[in-house]
């Protein structure tokens, strides 16, 4: 397996350098997120879907523009420490997108990016009750694992710190169908900000 991953790298590596030599640019970036979404509307259910709020996201993103300022971006982020669902089991949401990208000049050092595309919504539930024969310590998940479908449109600025270094403040809008079965609303907002470098910079 680790000759695999190893392998895959290595492979992932050069496809990128290939890019980077012709009429691309490519972005490399980590950082990190928070969500907003809005509280629950009905305050007289007693068990009402909580809000999808908080948390630290940790994210990374690939992003390739060609010459004429479009491209595409893929991204996935998700929470480093688990919540608690209604004060009673533990979950982790994980996100997934990929992106139609524009990208603008604003000045030298400064450039804009637009984007519209689809992605995936995560969540694992975590087993308290240890029924799901993890006996060894092994991570525990049940069956109310969840997945949905979502729209991203988002937008960040990067600016340009030395060379090809960046750093990045983002936003993205959620719009993530169906969400309403498990949280308050189907509309999620992921503000954070990333560092990255260009491979190949226009």
């Not at 993530?176 to 990255?196: E, P, Q």
Request: glycine share 10%; hydrophobic share 40%; proline share 4%.
């Amino acid at each position: 397996m680790r000759k695999l991953v190893l392998l895959a790298s290595a492979c992932t590596l050069v496809v990128l350098a290939s890019l980077a030599r012709a009429q691309q640019q490519i972005d490399i970036a980590v950082g990190a997120s928070r969500l907003y979404s809005p509280k629950p509307l009905n305050s007289s259910l007693a068990f009402a879907p909580p809000p999808l709020t908080g948390g630290i996201y940790p994210q990374g993103s690939v992003q390739v523009i060609f010459s004429n300022h479009f491209g595409f971006n893929v991204a996935g982020t998700y929470r480093y420490n688990d919540d608690v669902y209604n004060g009673y089991q533990r979950f982790r949401p994980t996100f997934y997108e990929a992106n139609g990208v524009y990208a603008a000049r604003v000045t030298n050092k400064i450039r804009g990016d637009a984007m519209l595309g689809v992605g995936g919504e995560t969540v694992l539930f975590y087993n308290q009750f240890g029924s799901c024969n993890a006996i060894y310590g092994g991570t525990c998940h049940s069956n109310a694992n969840t997945n949905h479908f979502l729209i991203d449109v988002g937008g960040d600025l990067r600016y340009y710190l030395h060379g090809r270094l960046f750093v990045r403040p983002e936003v993205h809008f959620y719009h993530i169908l169906n969400n309403t079965s498990i949280f308050s609303s189907d509309n999620v907002l992921r503000f954070g900000a990333s560092i990255g470098f260009s491979l190949s910079r226009q």
